[in-house]
């Protein structure tokens, strides 16, 4: 009888069961020769998206799918009855163990927590056992791991997929195998901390510009962090604004943001002395859309003023770029900026040591000088 493969396994280019499966920064997966062939012809193009492409595209591996194609069509070897006789086994080995323990049917819930627990701590400073990791096949599991009820064992697995996305490559991968939805889900139901957690792992996931388009995309993604805005305390909030940070830095996720009711929320806490939520500001304030919820927010003035005077280098830049795309945007504001002594405190920056705050304040010195 003919073995029945999964269409996963089947590249969409040939129809063939992939030999070397690699994703391309659409996020789908190819045989390499398939989809090289495609690109050598001189498409650039995502041939499922029909999205335009780089000019010279990343093929990345995706060693997971490689791992299960190979697992489902070669029988595997017996696992050493006796894994434990070597009294100081090699970290190779030690991660292979907890990866067996971690995808056994038959693996109890203390088994699986000293896996996910142990992976995680090994994985932290060591790029060769991630690889290993992804490469194992195993991070499916570690998926479900995040869909469980136990709460430790749903942080402890979020951890380790954290780790797993220090890698580049890793970030398209992951993606590629769903766990936008499943971190998702988390922040929504989770504890605090696999909130936190969650929100930490969109913001690595996101230094991959493909990956911001794709979160921002998802259903529900930023309408999540901005839910955890308003609802979350402490390291919730700072990990929820520096995720929806790192997502609006790609241009078509300021408008969703906007939408999703993100500028009163950024402003309060903004006002309460998160610094973040004022860089979020800094480049919502870029879209039309975010500059007009601004000037509808009472107080908006007085929190980047109250930033002005008091923040760090960094909320100080950024609170001036921000008041000064509101003043050109809005006469009303710059009539009231000016009346709040906004610029005499600019004046005081133009000989600030940091080059940027230099900038930014004489572009508003400028702005609120030219008009009458």
Not at 150 to 166: C, Y
Not at 218 to 229: C, H, M, S
Request: one cysteine or more.
């Amino acid at each position: 009888m003919a073995t029945h493969f999964p269409d996963d396994f089947k590249c969409p280019i040939s129809l063939e069961i992939m030999s070397d499966p690699v994703i391309l920064s659409s996020g789908h997966t190819f045989d390499r020769s398939s989809i090289q062939r495609w690109l050598d012809s001189g498409h650039r193009t995502c041939p499922i998206t029909k999205l335009p492409l780089p000019e010279h595209p990343r093929l990345i591996p995706n060693h997971a799918l490689r791992s299960l194609i190979s697992s489902f069509t070669i029988q595997k070897s017996q696992p050493d009855p006796n894994p434990y006789r070597n009294p100081n086994p090699s970290k190779k080995h030690q991660t292979q163990f907890l990866i067996s323990a971690l995808v056994s049917p038959s693996s109890t819930l203390e088994s699986c927590l000293h896996s996910l627990s142990q992976l995680t701590r090994l994985t932290k400073l060591d790029p060769c056992l991630r690889r290993q990791i992804t490469e194992s096949g195993a991070v499916s599991t570690i998926l479900n791991c995040v869909d469980s009820t136990e709460s430790e064992i749903q942080e402890k697995a979020l951890a380790l997929l954290l780790n797993l996305s220090l890698d580049d490559d890793n970030k398209v991968g992951l993606v590629a195998e769903g766990v936008i939805g499943r971190v998702i889900n988390v922040i929504r139901v989770g504890s605090p901390s696999s909130r936190a957690i969650g929100c930490t792992m969109l913001t690595s996931l996101a230094v991959v510009e493909v990956n911001k388009a794709t979160i921002g995309a998802y259903p529900n993604a930023i309408k999540t962090l901005i839910w955890v805005l308003y609802n979350g305390k402490g390291r919730e909030v700072r990990e929820a604004a520096t995720a929806l940070y790192a997502i609006c830095s790609f241009v078509d996720n300021r408008k969703r943001a906007v939408e999703c009711g993100a500028v009163p929320i950024l402003m309060k806490i903004g006002g309460m002395g998160l610094e973040r939520a004022v860089e979020v500001l800094s480049l919502l304030v870029k879209c039309k859309e975010g500059r007009e919820e601004m000037r509808k927010v009472n107080g908006c003035l007085e929190v980047l003023v109250k930033v002005i005077r008091n923040g760090s280098e960094r909320g100080v830049q950024c609170a001036l770029f921000t008041l000064n795309c509101l003043c050109s945007f809005a006469e009303e504001m710059r009539v009231e900026a000016k009346k709040d002594g906004v610029l005499e405190i600019c004046v005081g920056f133009l000989d600030d040591e940091n080059e940027k705050i230099r900038r930014n304040a004489a572009n508003l010195v400028q702005n609120l000088s030219c008009r009458g």
